[in-house]
Nanobody
Framework: VQLQASGGGLVQAGGSLRLSCVASGDIGRIDGMGWYRQAPGRQRELVASLNPGGSINYGDSVKGRFTMPRDNAWNTVNLDMNFLNPEDTAVYYC????????????????WGHGTQVTVSS
């Protein structure tokens, strides 16, 4: 299984970006998906996560500005980021909890390679 993320880049404060992440490989079921970010010198933090029940959790710092739309392909998770500010500068990682068809009892955690988002003031 591989997660391929795309969409990062440089944007001015107040601008918008969309990140995308596509899972490929031997996938039985995806039990959860989301985005995390890590800024230099800081711990990785939650941006948004979609839970199996369908609810989405957003990190406090992005509520009202970022959304994780649900109208995607089944193996894709997107992140729409609006009203970006320099504090959003970080490497963004997609995450999926994926069940293998070889073992339906266990969901393994997979991470994308990370995509850089830089917001200039």
């Amino acid at each position: 299984v591989q997660l391929q993320a795309s969409g990062g880049g440089l944007v001015q404060a107040g601008g918008s970006l969309r990140l995308s992440c596509v899972a490929s490989g031997d996938i039985g079921r995806i039990d959860g998906m989301g985005w995390y970010r890590q800024a230099p010198g800081r711990q990785r933090e939650l941006v948004a996560s979609l839970n199996p029940g369908g609810s989405i959790n957003y990190g406090d710092s992005v509520k009202g500005r970022f959304t994780m739309p649900r109208d995607n392909a089944w193996n894709t998770v997107n992140l729409d980021m609006n009203f970006l500010n320099p504090e959003d500068t970080a490497v963004y990682y997609c995450n999926m909890k994926i069940v293998s068809p070889a073992d339906w009892t266990y969901a393994r955690n997979y991470w994308g390679h990370g995509t850089q988002v830089t917001v200039s003031s």
